[in-house]
Nanobody, 114 residues
């Protein structure tokens, strides 16, 4: 069964860092663009970053530029999101997605608070 499983979320203080992981299984991971999204309470789910199949063309929304880094390891079928200088407004459930297959993971909670 094809699935995406996120991990790495947690509670971090403002200015801190986290690395999220998304493990893909049950389908060929390497050929597909992948993306990270997030959803804060009371808000719509929004795109954070995406990356092409080769991993050499990342794209970020404005608030993620310079702070977040998306990457992938096609040998391990894992997508990553490194988040630095976290702010309280980054608090959200973070999801990975395979747009071509319309697949979502279950999400991992990130809470930024002192």
């Amino acid at each position: 069964q094809a699935q995406l499983v996120e991990s790495g979320g947690g509670l971090v203080e403002p200015g801190g860092s986290l690395t999220l992981s998304c493990a893909a299984s049950g389908f060929l991971f390497a050929p597909f663009t992948m993306s990270w999204h997030r959803q804060s309470p009371g808000k719509a789910r929004e795109l954070v970053a995406s990356i092409n199949s080769d991993g050499d063309e990342p794209n970020y929304v404005d608030y993620a530029k310079g702070r977040f880094t998306i990457s992938r390891d096609n040998t391990k079928n894992i997508l990553y999101l490194r988040m630095n200088d976290l702010k309280p407004e980054d608090t959200a459930v973070y999801y990975c997605r395979c747009p071509f297959k319309a697949m979502w993971g279950q999400g991992t909670q990130v809470t930024v608070s002192s």
